[in-house]
């Protein structure tokens, strides 16, 4: 079967939902953002596997647009730390390690982003985004090493040709700096589950639930519109 898609909703980075199996005109596009959602898939013969978040922007994966195919992983996170006194010198983790504090410097910024969710197989929809937290002047301690952890994007819903079609895709992981936790994007949906995260995942064809984003990081995932068949994307990063 065909499933008509939504794009990805709330703030930008969502994944699209699934495409329709033979009606490119209905792909669910990635929402766009700081979090780069992945495209949902469109036909059976060419683009049916659900587009792959951005790698270090915590993008949600697209749903895939038939049930032989995979939904797309989600992007992984990263984290950035900057020091505007010394003329806005950044530290980029796109993998986890240990950030030293320079002599002299008593505060910091931050962007932490997690992981997104993974898109699900046709029927489902797309991954939400990584959980965003941003700040500024954090305090921090001279000489102190504060431990980085860059969450990685969910692993994609497999595809199968036939029932149960359990092509179900997983949540992101939680990105950490200081006391600071991003939550990982929550699963494209299925219709009778949803990750919940950082943003979302996007519901289901049944329909199903959307699932929730966490406060101050991110959105819901959208909710299932018009007919039975049709799935949406993921909510988007904050």
């Known amino acids: 079967p065909a499933y008509h898609a939504r794009a990805g909703s709330g703030g930008p980075g969502g994944g699209g939902g699934g495409g329709d199996g033979t009606?490119?005109?209905?792909?669910?596009?990635?929402?766009?953002?700081?979090?780069?959602?992945?495209?949902?898939?469109?036909?059976?013969?060419?683009?049916?596997?659900?587009?792959?978040?951005?790698?270090?922007?915590?993008?949600?994966?697209?749903?895939?647009?038939?049930?032989?195919?995979?939904?797309?992983?989600?992007?992984?996170g990263v984290i950035i730390i900057s020091i505007p006194v010394i003329q806005i010198k950044r530290a980029v983790y796109t993998g986890s390690g240990l950030f030293t504090v320079p002599t002299g410097i008593t505060a910091v910024d931050y962007l932490v982003v997690a992981g997104g969710g993974a898109g699900t197989s046709s029927g489902g929809g797309g991954g939400?985004?990584?959980?965003?937290?941003?700040?500024?002047?954090?305090?921090v301690t001279p000489g102190q090493g504060y431990g980085i952890k860059v969450g990685a994007g969910g692993a994609a819903g497999v595809g199968t040709p036939g029932p149960p079609y359990t092509g179900i895709g997983s949540n992101g992981a939680n990105s950490a700096f200081s006391s600071f936790t991003a939550i990982g994007g929550g699963f494209g949906g299925t219709g009778s589950s949803v990750g919940n995260g950082g943003s979302g995942g996007g519901a289901g064809n049944g329909p199903g639930p959307a699932?929730?984003?966490?406060?101050?990081?991110?959105?819901?995932?959208?909710?299932v519109q018009g007919s039975p068949n049709v799935a949406t994307g993921g909510g988007g990063g904050a």
């Open 211 to 223: 699932g929730s984003g966490t406060p101050g990081q991110g959105n819901a995932g959208g909710n």
């Open 23 to 76: 009606n490119t005109s209905r792909q669910g596009r990635g929402g766009v953002g700081y979090n780069n959602g992945g495209d949902g898939g469109t036909s059976p013969s060419s683009g049916a596997t659900g587009g792959a978040g951005g790698q270090s922007t915590g993008g949600g994966g697209g749903s895939a647009g038939n049930f032989a195919s995979a939904g797309g992983t989600g992007g992984s």
């Open 128 to 139: 939400g985004a990584g959980g965003l937290l941003t700040g500024t002047s954090h305090p």
